[in-house]
């Protein structure tokens, strides 16, 4: 026996504290009362991502999705919707969307509109080229070697208006008219797949579950630019990514699609992996190439461009893996339709590694444009525990820090440049009231000082510098004057430093002074952190009235700096303890204070 | 294989289709389909995969194909399990360690009903304004 009907009810903490279980019951009491108890099931699912409009109920198969449902609600949804076939407007998201909800075409197309770059992942086998090829695949390829030339396909993608993923934004047509209009002769096709982020994933997420997208576009590439070379630059952090590349390789190999004479053509294309040993500064463009070239991974001046001289002196084009994945849907799409989504300035979508304190963490997709609310809060089913969210940064460890006023900004190149981010990568980290901002920035500088390769001054001693003057704020011992040096270098970095790390490094420091004064502040003048993450600043004593002796502090005290009688007020010896708060978290009767 | 031409390659493409769309691929009519992507192998998407062919093979079920997939976006609720029959909704549910994967053909599979609070579904279309339009 199978149910005709599912009725999915919201079980994700925010939902069931919001009369969710209440509504749970009658919705089955209503199932029960109606004799559908055979052809409708209940369920409870996992957060629906949607909690600020919770409790969430959404009916199979129509895919007809209610917010704010009450549990008095729950006859009308049986009665009307499972018996009668009738959607309840009233409960709708947009009430005035019925028809669009009833039919699940509707939802076809939502899904696909947004997945381009992730459009196979976790709906093909990565390591299978026919479901690759069942999906379209190197249908652009195709349609590239045998219907256009290589200056039309460099036409289509400029005029789609697609921009670098890989941080900078540049144009892609327009780099690859750089690469094209060189003299004839080697040229190279290079993929940066070394995603350095900490807590950004999109490229090693799209190599594993869709190789072939990655070989079609670098090919394809190759043929609009006149190389015959390819190269993929990867971390040896990504086995999987790499072993699903190199069996996706060796069958675009066997099929011909790879190698001499492509499908029969005059053109021939081949591509080879390198492996990176994981060095932030190895996705800086210039510093990639030398480490292919097998010298050591430093950055080097710019001009000349590596569209003019790149690999071995050769033009080279290099194009981030995100960047790549959008090619064969613009050749097959067209580029008017790929303009469309988007805003003025950045087309297209944006795939996102969502970390933090954050409930559904993930990768996601959204067309540029959508804002930050929509993102942290309806995609990312808002923030964990129910915590207030002070901010997020974009942009990974070289982002700038956004606060909640510019939640409803959208979100493109140009506006998160100014408010003082970055778009970065993807790497997208939200941050909640147990952060501090100082001791977060402090993270970020650390990873950035660490990574520097040292070349230039303005990076290698400013960031030092920086990092310095943090650890003193955090540690009690700034003044006010630190903020004008932090200022200070901060402009040095960014302006002097020779490649793009050095340049961004201070993000994080600018972006928190110009919206988190006030923490700094009180970390300078009065000595406090308000979110408790500053050791130095903190002090834990007991309050000898809400104190019962229960002996649970004295007991996870690592350096035995509580004493006390059962049932008599215990007391912390200040000098002893080294302030590791597992009183303060043991405590069941809040006696702990923490200030 | 052979090298393909262009022709060879148009119909490998409508072959494969006309298998994908049946999603039938030698008389199987389900389809389980395990997310393995790093984050899914890490959470243990491997125990998963295997116990629910262990499952299948126990209770002689040869109707349902399972495949591996890479990772769907839901990396919270890793390791995730679509599962795909004719005569019931698509669904994916989460967290699913071999206990669970074995849930899955019990219940889902053989007794025709999902089961309860492993969902993990996504909100509808009509939450996030539309591109393109
Ligand atoms: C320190 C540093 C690290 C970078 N890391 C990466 C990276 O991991 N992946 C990437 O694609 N681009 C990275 N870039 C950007 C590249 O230099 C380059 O702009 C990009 O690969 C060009 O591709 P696109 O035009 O497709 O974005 C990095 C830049 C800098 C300065
Ligand atoms: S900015 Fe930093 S990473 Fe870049 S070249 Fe200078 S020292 Fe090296
Ligand atoms: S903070 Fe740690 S060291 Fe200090 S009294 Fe409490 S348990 Fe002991
Ligand atoms: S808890 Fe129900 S939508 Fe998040």
Known sequence: MAYKQYILVCGGTACESNQGIALFAALKKAVEENGLVNDV????????????????????PQDTFYVEVKPEDAEVIVKEHLVKGRVVSRLLYDKNQSKRNVGIEGIDFYQKQFRIVLRNCGVIDPDKIDEYIARDGYKALEKALFEMKPRDVIDEISKSGLRGRGGAGFPTGKKWEFAAVQPAGQKYMVCNADEGDPGAYMDRST??????????????????????????????????????LETAIKQAREYGLLGKNILGSDFSFDIEIRLGAGAFVCGEETALLASIEGNRGMPSPRPPFPA??????????????????????????????????????????????????INNSGLIEVPMGTTLREIIFDIGGGIRDGKAFKAAQTGGPSGGMIPPQFLDTPIDYENLSKIGSIMGSGGLIVMDEDDCIPDVTKFYLDFTVDESCGKCAPCRIGGRKLLNYLARICNGEGALEDIDQMLAISEAMSRASLCGLGQTASNPVQSSLRYF??????????????????????????????????????????VNAIAGERKQPHVIDAAKCIKCGQCFEVCKFNAVNRS | MAK???????????????????????????????????????????????????????????????????????????????????????????????????????????????????????????????PGK
């Open chain 2, 4 to 130: 393909l031409t262009l022709d060879d390659l148009r119909k490998l493409r409508e072959e494969k289709q006309k298998l994908l769309e049946k999603r039938d691929p030698s008389n199987k009519d389900a389809q389980i389909i395990v997310g393995m992507g790093t984050c899914g192998i890490a959470a243990g998407a491997k125990d998963t995969f295997n116990a629910i062919i262990d499952e299948l093979d126990a209770r002689g079920i040869t109707h349902v194909l399972v495949r591996q997939t890479g990772c769907m976006g839901s990396c919270h609720s890793e390791p995730t399990v679509e599962v795909v029959t004719p005569d019931m909704p698509s669904v994916i549910y989460g967290k699913v360690d071999s206990g669970t994967g074995k849930r899955i053909v019990d219940e889902h599979i053989v007794n025709k009903h999902m089961i309860d609070n492993h969902i993990c579904d996504k909100p509808s279309m009509d939450i996030v304004s539309e």
């Open chain 1, 41 to 60: 099931q209940v369920v409870r699912t996992g957060c629906l991502g949607f909690c600020e409009k919770g409790p969430i109920v959404k009916i199979l």
């Open chain 1, 308 to 357: 003019v001289k790149g690999l071995w002196g050769r033009p080279t084009v290099i194009n981030n893996v995100e960047t790549l994945a959008n090619i064969p849907v613009i050749l097959l799409k067209g580029n008017l339709w790929f303009s469309k989504i988007g805003t003025a300035s950045s087309k297209g979508t944006k795939v996102f590694a969502l970390t933090g304190k």
């Open chain 1, 517 to 558: 004064m006030d923490e700094y502040k009180e970390h300078i003048v009065d000595k406090k952190c308000r979110a408790g993450k500053c050791k130095n600043l903190l002090s834990y004593n007991i309050n000898t009235e809400k104190c019962v002796g229960c002996t649970a502090c004295a007991r996870v005290c690592p």
């Open chain 1, 207 to 244: 190599l594993e579950g869709d190789p072939h997208s990655i070989l079609e576009a670098m090919t394809i590439a190759g043929y609009a630019i006149g190389a015959d070379t390819g190269f993929i630059y990867i971390r040896a952090e990504y086995p999987l990514a790499i072993q699903r």
